[in-house]
């Protein structure tokens, strides 16, 4: 079983984050990354000029799946189940968004935006949608978002992130040797630690190479292994992106499909991780990802293992089996508190990638507050992608 000291190790996560503001602060509108409230979005013209197109709309899906499952989570997150069932007493209503109670941590946020889990999430993207984009070009760009932020939305440094990715980012050598730092890293700990923090932002390595399953099993490992070594880590990173990918290059809504499907990735993530895997830690992984699991067993606020990859992985499959609107699954999940954030940006990006961005609320996308600035960069990887003709990209920049 998952050890005490290692699970404390890494869920001392940092309390501030790079868009600290005052709640009660009112601040011009940059036009350049926030939509004013009667601008039209620039993803309902990108859809209604493609007609619709599925496969784009499952990629937004995944991509906005994972940012608003993030920002709601923050509602919650670091919270008791008892103290969330305290200040929401009401199970018959979903907790508003963005308009949720302030925490002492969540307050530290702007209201509606996401935090560390998509902002990595985001700088995979940028790394895999360039030219040669490998693990060397990803630690690069991780070690500066610590330092600085992103510089269009005003941050001083990229915070939020957990200790292990502090560990492992702040080590000698790590930029030149990003795998075998994160490896070293992780034995010196006795190989027990497993936390989340890979998992959270992994299906974004889907959401660009899901034509090309070597490709997702191959990046998707590397990108892990960056900061995460463990191989329950690796074995969540496989089985979200493995299930995404399948699901963008093929409409599946029916649920004897999904189980189907998920059978075979679950076969196909041990098959990979092979004699690495121990009986345990293989057990272990089916037991969070099958079919009966229900919240309640998750434990997803008890302290001693808040962040463990595998309950944020079985959040993901939660979501992903869900046949409830997108706000009903994402509350029941956020009411069991512990690390919300994480475990709603892995279940928004399973739901969203499964049934699009239109299944995703509309006012609650609105919400977000960087919304523009995202929806820019994610026309402009599809344009990279060869998705959308290049032309609409210059009509709307």
């Known amino acids: ?56 709309n499952r990629l937004l899906g995944c991509a906005y799946g994972q940012a608003l499952g993030d920002a709601y989570g923050l509602s919650t997150e670091f919270e008791k189940r008892t103290t969330v069932a305290s200040n929401y007493p009401d199970r018959s209503k979903i907790i508003p968004f963005p308009d949720y109670k302030l925490t002492g941590h969540s307050s530290r946020w702007k209201r509606g935006d996401w935090t560390d889990d998509t902002d990595q999430w985001i700088l995979i ?18 070690k500066r978002w610590i330092e600085y932020g992103f510089s269009e939305l005003n941050d001083s440094a990229g915070m939020g992130l957990g200790a292990n ?27 027990q630690a497993a936390p989340n923090g890979a998992v959270m932002r992994c299906s974004a390595v889907a ?29 969540s990173c496989l089985a979200v992106c493995l299930v995404i990918a399948y699901l963008l290059r093929k409409k599946m809504n029916d649920d004897n499909n999904i189980e ?20 345990e830690q293989c057990e272990s992984f089916l037991w969070h990802t ?30 992903l089996r869900s046949t409830r609107s997108f706000q009903e699954t994402l509350n029941d999940l ?3 508190g512990g690390d919300a954030d994480t475990n709603g940006a892995v279940c928004g990006t399973m739901y969203g990638a499964r049934y699009g961005y239109k299944a995703l609320p509309s006012e609650w996308l609105r919400a977000l507050p960087y919304k523009k600035w995202f929806d820019k960069k994610l ?5 990279q992608m060869n998705l959308i003709d290049r032309k609409f990209i210059h009509t709307k920049f």
Not at 125 to 142: H, M, P, Q, Y
Not at 215 to 226: A, D, I, W, Y
Not at 265 to 278: H, K, M, P, R, V
């Open 1 to 56: 079983m998952y050890r005490l000291k290692s699970i404390l190790l890494f869920i001392d996560k940092i309390q501030y984050k790079n868009h600290i503001y005052c709640s009660n602060s009112k601040h011009a509108i940059n036009s350049n990354i926030t939509y004013s409230p009667d601008e039209p979005g620039l993803l309902e013209c990108l859809l209604m000029d493609y007609n619709d197109n599925d496969l784009i």
């Open 125 to 142: 993207l940028e790394t895999l949608i360039g030219r040669n984009g490998d693990e060397r070009i990803f630690v690069k760009k991780l």
């Open 165 to 191: 990715i502090e560990q492992v980012v702040f080590s000698h050598g790590y930029l030149r040797n990003p795998i075998e730092t994160s490896r070293m890293i992780w034995e010196r700990g006795n190989r």
């Open 207 to 235: 959401f660009v190479h899901f034509n090309d399953l070597e490709k997702v099993k191959s990046t998707t490992t590397s990108m892990c292994k960056t900061t995460h070594f463990d191989p329950r880590c690796i074995a």
């Open 260 to 279: 189907v499907l998920i059978t075979s990735i679950q076969n196909e993530t041990i098959q990979i991780l092979g004699d690495s895997f121990s009986q």
């Open 290 to 319: 099958d079919r009966a699991r229900t919240l309640e067993e998750l434990k997803l606020d008890d302290p001693r293992s808040i962040g463990y990859t595998y309950k944020c992985l079985a959040s993901g499959f939660y979501g």
């Open 334 to 336: 956020i009411r069991y």
């Open 379 to 383: 026309i402009q990887c599809f344009g």
